[in-house]
């Protein structure tokens, strides 16, 4: 059964409502915190990952914010800007930023649904599970720019080539 099936007999569809609907299949631990927001954790292999999803009607873009922290040494933070640059070049969708004061990592994107437009909830997993792919694919990297004194160049070549399947 797909995730949508549940969803084709309703006429107004909240995009937060079908978030939450998605975090209860996967079985993640949330908090609808408004009408239109949710914070969710999901586990990854290397952190569990602090998402948030924001409904703005205003300018019709569910939004998602992907945290997980990250406390780089002072004088690793112009690595770790480099890191950012080189790793938002590889992301077809979302960018990461450094949030210095939370000392959180952040993905961010923001699914535009103007016009009315309904997102599905396969489109919604698959934005929440590019978020802690590459969230998962450039932890490394960050780590290594950050504790094990490798160059930004260095520690992309964990990040060059997307894994798929499982071991």
Avoid at 52 to 69: G, K, M, P, Q, Y
Avoid at 78 to 104: H, K, S, V
Wanted: include cysteine; aromatic fraction near 12%; charge should be negative.
């Amino acid at each position: 059964m797909s995730l949508s099936e549940d969803f084709l007999h309703t006429e107004e569809l909240h995009p937060i409502d079908i978030v939450e609907h998605i975090a209860e299949h996967h079985e993640w631990d949330f908090d609808r915190v408004t009408d239109d927001q949710i914070a969710m954790a999901v586990e990854g292999q290397w952190r569990t990952y602090s998402i948030t999803l924001a409904w703005s009607c205003v300018d019709e873009t569910l939004r998602l914010i992907c945290t997980f922290e990250m406390e780089p040494p002072e004088d690793k933070l112009p690595q770790i800007y480099e890191t950012l640059n080189r790793t938002n070049d590889m992301c077809w969708a979302g960018a990461f930023t450094y949030w210095n004061e939370q000392r959180l990592m952040v993905y961010r994107y923001g699914l535009v649904l103007a016009g009315g437009q309904i997102a599905t909830a396969e489109q919604i997993d698959r934005l929440i599970g590019a978020a802690v792919g590459a969230s998962e694919r450039f932890y490394p990297a960050f780590q290594l720019v950050s504790w094990a004194d490798q160059t930004p160049e260095q520690a992309m070549q964990v990040a060059i080539a997307e894994a798929y399947g499982r071991a």
